[in-house]
């Protein structure tokens, strides 16, 4: 199994919900990561979990609220969130993160997000 | 601060030709370089990985190659096929800014390249 799932495929919600992300790898990997991606820009990286342990947050704002239940699961909650935090937001892991790394990330299928 | 540039930023070209990206980095200190593919709306596609100690890779009609010194990495996509349109983003990864490597990828804005049959 050389994949990473996200759900949902798509999500819109209100300015006033509450509403989580979901991402799930079954290859060992001990780092995961939220990327946020504009249209026609590249990804950029928000959070970094390395062994279930929030190890980079890009300023990301607290509306934004990351969670690594278990070496396989990454959580994204979200809560009052801005039109302009419309975007896709993609989930990818690699197989460490520690100093010195050598391997590659691997990315799931994104989840298309329209806050209205 | 790392900054990763890809040109062109568009390429349109008759199905059949071979084709090179281009892509550059400022900070030679990567542990890798990794090329993405990505439809529209969907994910990034991992086509190849390069360590910071190799030259190159290959993987079917694709080659990658990499010069850690000069700060360049160029894709190769030999006898280009309409399936091959996408977005093709470079990626290096390096050091974060405390020192330490938390696999942060930097992104290039990619190419966006067009097969036409």
Redesign the interface.
């Known amino acids: 199994d050389t994949e ?1 799932t ?1 759900t949902p495929k798509h999500l819109v919600m209100g300015m006033t919900n509450k509403k989580s992300l979901k991402c799930e790898q079954h290859m060992g990997h001990r ?1 995961m ?1 939220w990327y946020k991606q504009k249209a026609k ?3 950029e ?1 928000m959070f ?1 979990y ?1 062994y279930e342990k929030l ?2 947050n890009e300023s990301v704002p607290s509306r934004f609220s990351p969670e690594c239940p278990n070496s396989s699961l990454l959580n994204l909650h979200l809560h009052a969130l801005q039109p302009e935090d419309s975007a ?1 937001y ?1 989930c ?1 892991s ?1 197989q ?15 989840t ?1 997000l329209t806050v209205t | 601060k790392q900054e990763v540039t890809q040109i062109p930023a568009a390429l349109s070209v008759p199905e059949g030709e071979n084709l090179v990206l281009n892509c550059s980095f400022t900070d030679s200190a990567i542990y890798n370089l990794q090329w993405f593919r990505q439809d529209p709306g969907k994910g990034l596609t991992s086509l190849l990985l390069i360590q910071s100690s190799q030259r190159e890779q290959t993987s079917g009609r694709l080659n990658a190659s990499l010069d850690k010194s000069s700060g360049r990495s160029t894709l190769y996509i030999a006898a280009s096929q309409p399936g091959d349109s996408a977005t093709y983003l470079c990626a290096v990864i390096g050091p974060n800014a405390g020192g330490t490597s938390y696999g942060k990828l930097t992104f290039g804005q990619g190419t966006i390249l067009t097969v036409h049959p």
């Not at chain 1, 993160?97 to 990315?107: A, E, L, M």
């Open positions: 990473v996200q780092a990561y820009k590249p990804p990286l970094v390395s190890s980079i896709l993609l990818a690699s460490d993160s520690d100093k010195g790394v050598s391997y590659g990330q691997y990315f799931g299928p994104g298309r």
